[in-house]
């Protein structure tokens, strides 16, 4: 069993930066991608980022390169998203969620097994 909780979530106004993090516990946190996902009202929930079990790679949705930065830190079982030059369309709940090592696609929502409460980001025009 995993429980992951995110914070860093708020109000941000347009151009601004927020950082989120997601801490991870009742697992070895090296055993596992991570991922971040995001659910705007009325839509789907989709991929954002996600880092390998190493931190070796990052992936991203190509509305977030550039601006979004994955990164995690295995002794403190912690990722994080680095949300720069924000936009009103990136307002939505943000989730994090592992992935099982080696194993499904990084961008597939399906693929990954835990996942934490969310936290919410609304960015102001």
């Known amino acids: 069993q995993v429980q992951l909780v995110e914070s860093g979530g708020g109000l941000v106004q347009a151009g601004g930066s927020r950082r989120l993090s997601c801490a991870a516990s009742?697992?070895?946190?090296?055993?596992?991608?991570m991922g971040w996902f995001r659910q705007a009202p009325g839509k789907e929930r989709e991929f954002v980022a996600a880092i390998s079990w190493s931190g070796g790679s990052t992936y991203y949705e190509d509305s977030v390169k550039g601006r979004f930065t994955i990164s995690r830190d295995n002794a403190k079982n912690t990722v994080y998203l680095q949300m720069n030059s924000l936009k009103p369309e990136d307002t939505a709940v943000y989730y994090c969620a592992t992935k099982p090592r080696d194993s499904g696609s990084y961008y597939v929502l399906w693929d990954y097994d835990y996942w934490g409460q969310g936290t919410q980001v609304t960015v102001s025009s």
């Open positions: 009742g697992r070895t946190f090296s055993s596992y991608a």
